[in-house]
């Protein structure tokens, strides 16, 4: 089967992209480095030609409600609209656990997202493309990411629990929900254990050899005490749950050096 894989040359697009190509399918990749720009839908169409499913796991950097709601929307109706003339059978998005607890700007857009392919697409109508929305929590590379968002002596990290999953066992189960029927909002997908982003970003500073100051912070307003008490956990313990525990991440990883952690 033809796949087409909207940001698959991301962490979690990667992951896809070789799980699709492991079972025989046919991934066909939807980036801007491949010549397809989402947002203005350049280079879409012809891409699309002969696709009968959608992973859609695009992303941008930004923390702006107004930026991110721009992008996931613009984006996520031209996906979907090209889907439809394709006659794609079924759309499957990536998204985030407890959007609308923590309410961060970048979520705004997520919901919005979710919101779009609910609808259906552009012209609304109920679902005129089939549809599921899986959550999952954040992936272990987090805290790798929050470090190198400031780089210096200074490590500041916000205060937040979360159950990270490993990219790779996101993007196994986005290949088994996209091969199987629609399911609309999927049950939410986390990792095995529950913990604090400042003690991960304390081992993997140990893993990396840094020595840098680590300045733990509150985010401020409703957002900030969501993190800490737990709004980005899941609800319940029905989901799926991955296997591998961040501790087993950064030991596979870290004795790779410096890309081996980024997981390049």
């Not at 909002?185 to 840098?212: C, K, N, S």
């Not at 100051?213 to 709004?231: N, Q």
Request: net charge positive.
């Amino acid at each position: 089967m033809r796949v087409a894989v909207a940001g698959g040359t991301g962490l979690v697009g990667g992951h896809v992209v070789r799980e699709l190509t492991a079972a025989g399918h046919e991934p066909v990749v939807l980036a801007r480095s491949r010549g397809v720009d989402l947002v203005t839908g350049a280079g879409l169409d012809p891409a699309m030609a002969g696709v009968e499913a959608v992973v859609d796991v695009s992303n941008l950097d930004t923390t702006r409600a107004r930026t991110a709601i721009a992008f996931f929307e613009s984006a996520g109706r031209r996906l979907l609209d090209a889907g439809a003339r394709v006659g794609v059978r079924h759309h499957v998005v990536l998204s985030i656990v407890g959007l609308e607890r923590v309410g961060l700007g970048y979520y705004q857009g997520k919901l919005r997202q979710e919101e779009i392919v609910a609808q259906g697409g552009p012209g609304g109508g109920g679902g005129a493309v089939p549809w599921t929305v899986l959550r999952a929590t954040q992936f272990h590379e987090f805290p790798l990411q929050v470090l190198d968002r400031v780089p210096g002596p200074l490590a500041v990290v916000p205060r937040m629990r979360t159950q990270p999953v490993a990219a790779r066992e996101v993007a196994r189960h986005l290949v088994e929900l996209v091969l199987g029927p629609p399911r609309g909002m999927a049950p939410e997908l986390a990792g095995p254990r529950v913990e604090e982003l400042v003690d991960m970003t304390r081992r993997l500073l140990r893993a990396r050899g840094q020595r840098r100051l680590l300045l733990p912070v509150k985010m401020p307003g409703r957002a900030g005490t969501a993190m800490v008490e737990g709004g980005n956990l899941p609800t319940g313990s029905a989901g799926p749950r991955g296997h591998q525990t961040f501790d087993a991440w950064l030991a596979e990883h870290a004795g790779q050096g410096e890309k081996g952690v980024r997981g390049e």
